[in-house]
T-cell receptor, first 115, second 113 residues
Framework: DAGVIQSPRHEVTEMGQEVTLRCKPI?????LFWYRQTMMRGLELLIY????????DSGMPEDRFSAKMPNASFSTLKIQPSEPRDSAVYFC?????????????FGPGTRLTVT | LAKTTQPISMDSYEGQEVNITCSHN???????ITWYQQFPSQGPRFIIQ???TKVTNEVASLFIPADRKSSTLSLPRVSLSDTAVYYC??????????????FGTGTLLAVQP
């Protein structure tokens, strides 16, 4: 299996622009997670899905952030409008029922820079 | 929600055994203990998970005392490539709306030649 796939790997955008990050989980996995990592705040869980349904989005910082999972093989994290403080590495992870919520497989991340 | 406490950093030398301890005094009955490893510019990687006593895999061992208020990740004979941040997580196996996944600050292990 190719593992969790994220695109783009790097994104540089200007403040106020819309940013869309994409994730393809490992085939057959039924949990999908979005995280954000910065030096100041560490690794933060933003939202996670189970069988394409959002379970906990309390980590989403504000209404500018939204996430969708239209099917089992694709998810997006959108920021609109983007701000410089959104600059971070965004990770997507997936896991499989039977191995539990905590055995997650992470993608390579998307490094977002908002100028 | 079980909070974890681990050392900020540790130093070691190649070939030594490294033990990283994590405190989780308010761990719940249904909580599991999980450890992750993260290299710079990469996503975290699952290392090991356990509920009680001892768990061993090809990478590490996890020791959990009977009261489960702490756990120790043991890395046998570390090499330079084991230099990374190690995270301890505690939570229910299948999570739920009230069980957020919190990575904490982790322990930066620096292995010297």
């Amino acid at each position: 299996d190719a593992g969790v796939i994220q695109s783009p790997r790097h994104e540089v955008t200007e403040m106020g622009q819309e940013v869309t990050l994409r994730c393809k989980p490992i085939s057959g996995h039924d949990y999908l997670f979005w995280y954000r990592q910065t030096m100041m705040r560490g690794l933060e869980l933003l939202i996670y899905f189970n069988n394409n349904v959002p379970i906990d989005d309390s980590g989403m910082p504000e209404d500018r952030f939204s996430a969708k999972m239209p099917n089992a093989s694709f998810s997006t994290l959108k920021i609109q409008p983007s701000e410089p403080r959104d600059s971070a590495v965004y990770f997507c992870a997936s896991s499989l029922v039977g191995t539990g919520l905590y055995e997650q497989y992470f993608g390579p991340g998307t490094r977002l820079t908002v100028t | 929600l079980a909070k974890t406490t681990q050392p900020i950093s540790m130093d070691s030398y190649e070939g030594q055994e490294v033990n990283i301890t994590c405190s989780h005094n308010n761990i719940a009955t249904n909580d599991y203990i999980t450890w992750y490893q993260q290299f710079p510019s990469q996503g975290p990687r699952f290392i090991i998970q356990g509920y009680k006593t001892k768990v061993t895999n090809e990478v590490a061992s996890l020791f959990i005392p009977a009261d489960r208020k702490s756990s120790t990740l043991s890395l046998p004979r570390v090499s330079l490539s084991d230099t990374a941040v190690y995270y301890c997580l505690v939570g229910a196996f299948y999570g739920g709306a009230t069980n957020k996944l919190i990575f904490g600050t982790g322990t930066l292990l620096a292995v010297q030649p």
